[in-house]
């Protein structure tokens, strides 16, 4: 059964730094791409970022570009996101997501599979 | 970066009717779209990729269409269970797109 378990979150001051951890199990990690979305109080759902299986290719919105870095352990199943210079607008519930993948020939990017949340709150 | 708006924004609809959601890009984005559900307090559930394929284990009132910059999401006979928030995701290019949401209520 897969499983995503995100951990990390909590208050941190603006201007602060937090790193989220996302724990996967259940399939093979390095076969798949993996993401962060997040999801301020009362909004919708705003992508983050992406890396491949690998780690060697990754991605960002540009609201968190040059602030927020993501990277994966793929000996300890683990995906990252370290968050620095936080500010307020980043208050929200962050979601780790695996991409479908490859099959038949065919490549998804779809998210199949998404952990619970982890709430950061960004306050003085 | 390429835009998605979704319409409604809002849908007050009853048990057993049809409901269609629209999502519309930007720019081209050939079939590189995705369909969620999502309930209250809950993470967002994948219901259709590749813009019309049913996800595994997705109750076949549920069905996508759509291709270029026009998409829609149709639920044939609306469930109780159905009453939720529905986003649409284009996976063609980075930044990996959310449209903003139809939230479908109980009329």
């Known amino acids: 059964e897969v499983q995503l378990l995100e951990s990390g979150g909590g208050l941190v001051q603006p201007g602060g730094s937090l790193r989220l951890s996302c724990a996967a199990s259940?399939?093979?990690?390095?076969?798949?791409?993996m993401s962060w979305v997040r999801q301020a109080p009362g909004k919708g759902l705003e992508w983050v970022s992406a890396?491949?299986?690998?780690?060697?290719?990754?991605y960002y919105a540009d609201s968190v570009k040059g602030r927020f870095t993501i990277s994966r352990d793929n000996s300890k199943n683990t995906l990252y996101l370290q968050m620095n210079s936080l500010r307020a607008e980043d208050t929200a519930v962050y979601y780790c997501?695996?991409?479908?993948?490859?099959?038949?020939?065919?490549?998804?990017?779809?998210?199949?599979?998404w952990g619970q949340g982890t709430l950061v709150t960004v306050s003085s | 970066d390429i835009q998605l708006t979704q319409s409604p924004s809002f849908l007050s609809a009853s048990v057993g009717d049809r409901v269609t959601i629209t999502c519309r890009a930007s720019?081209?984005?050939?079939?590189?779209l995705a369909w969620y559900q999502q309930k209250p307090g809950k993470a967002p559930k994948l219901l259709i990729y590749?813009?019309?394929t049913l996800q595994s284990g997705v109750p076949s009132r549920f069905s996508g269409s759509g291709s270029g910059t026009e998409f829609t999401l149709t639920i044939s006979s609306l469930q109780p269970e159905d009453f939720a928030t529905y986003y649409c995701?284009?996976?063609?290019?980075?930044?990996?797109?959310f449209g903003g949401g139809t939230k479908v209520e109980i009329k």
């Open positions: 890396i491949s299986g690998s780690g060697g290719s990754t």
């Open positions: 720019q081209g984005i050939s079939s590189y």
């Open positions: 997501a695996k991409e479908i993948g490859c099959s038949g020939g065919s490549c998804y990017a779809e998210f199949d599979y």
């Open positions: 590749a813009a019309s």
């Open positions: 259940g399939f093979t990690f390095s076969s798949y791409a």
């Open positions: 995701q284009q996976l063609n290019s980075y930044p990996h797109t």
